[in-house]
């Protein structure tokens, strides 16, 4: 029963959300000011574990291929596949639910506590559209991130397959051309949409409905985390199923 109750607070939050609006002009720099914490503030360690992270496939790859009838462009083949699949969207997706959810569930959770979120509601303002939707907004733009992810990766991958002696730069470039399929980026974008919701919705759902002080606030930080990760794999598998099925 608590988790049907649960399921039911979340969707009656996603539709307050949407109802009575706070004035443009507020909601215009809050909207901002979430963009500069959720998105570019993330750009640092997207980039960063990307760019490694590729490095590694094409590493692993290479290491693996003992048959010498194979061609070395198959290491920027794999290496293309596994960022665009499923590194990018997925694995910075789980990350992301790390280091933005833990945030934006700490952020409201503190506000619940300190009563920030009951002063707003005396104001007449309506606090889930003035806290949640601008995160909402500001994650509209985590494509952007993922994009990031995708370049970063792949060219991690090629600088380790080169300079690593693994593969030439024109068979690495043979391989990332070698049986494209255009859906795989349509694909890959429908599940960073996807995650993008979840990412905005979850966290700001466990702290706007927390209780307690603050050791709960760092409770629901962690189920925020918990949570948000096994919806992003649940998701990640039924979008797999129904499109590449």
Same mark, same amino acid.
């Given at each position: 029963m608590k988790y049907l109750r649960d399921i039911g607070s979340y969707f009656i939050m996603l539709k307050q959300v949407f109802i009575?609006?706070?004035?443009?002009?507020?909601?215009?720099? &809050?909207?901002?000011?979430?963009?500069?914490?959720?998105?570019?503030?993330?750009?640092?360690?997207?980039?960063?574990?990307?760019?490694?992270v590729g490095s590694v496939i094409a590493i692993?790859?290479?290491?693996?291929?003992?048959?010498? &009838?194979?061609p070395k462009s198959l290491i920027g083949f794999a290496t293309r596949q596994s960022v665009l699949l499923e590194f990018a969207p997925t694995f910075i997706s789980i990350i992301m639910a790390g280091k933005v959810g833990s945030f934006i569930t700490s952020s409201i959770g503190s506000m619940r506590v300190t009563e920030q979120i009951d002063a707003l509601e005396v104001m007449g303002i309506n606090s889930l559209n003035y806290?949640?939707?601008?995160?909402?907004?500001?994650?509209?733009?985590?494509?952007?991130?993922?994009?990031?992810?995708?370049t970063m990766g792949i060219f991690g991958g090629w600088i380790a397959a080169v300079q690593g002696g693994y593969s030439?730069?024109?068979?690495?470039?043979?391989?990332?051309?070698e049986d494209f399929v255009p859906f795989h980026i349509v694909y890959a974008f429908i599940k960073t949409f996807v995650?993008?919701?979840?990412?905005?919705?979850?966290?700001?759902?466990?702290?706007?409905?927390?209780?307690?002080?603050?050791?709960?606030?760092?409770?629901?930080?962690?189920?925020?985390?918990?949570?948000?990760?096994?919806?992003?794999? &649940?998701?990640n598998f039924i979008i797999t199923q129904m499109l590449l099925g």
């Open positions: 009575r609006p706070t004035k443009t002009s507020v909601l215009k720099n &809050l909207i901002f000011k979430e963009i500069n914490d959720l998105i570019v503030n993330s750009l640092g360690i997207v980039v960063f574990i990307s760019f490694f692993q790859t290479a290491l693996n291929m003992d048959n010498p &009838l194979v806290l949640v939707f601008p995160k909402i907004i500001a994650l509209l733009f985590y494509p952007f991130i993922i994009i990031i992810s995708m030439s730069a024109s068979d690495f470039a043979l391989g990332l051309q995650f993008a919701i979840i990412l905005a919705t979850v966290p700001s759902w466990q702290g706007y409905y927390m209780t307690g002080g603050a050791l709960e606030v760092g409770k629901a930080s962690t189920n925020s985390f918990v949570w948000t990760s096994v919806l992003i794999i &649940l998701a």
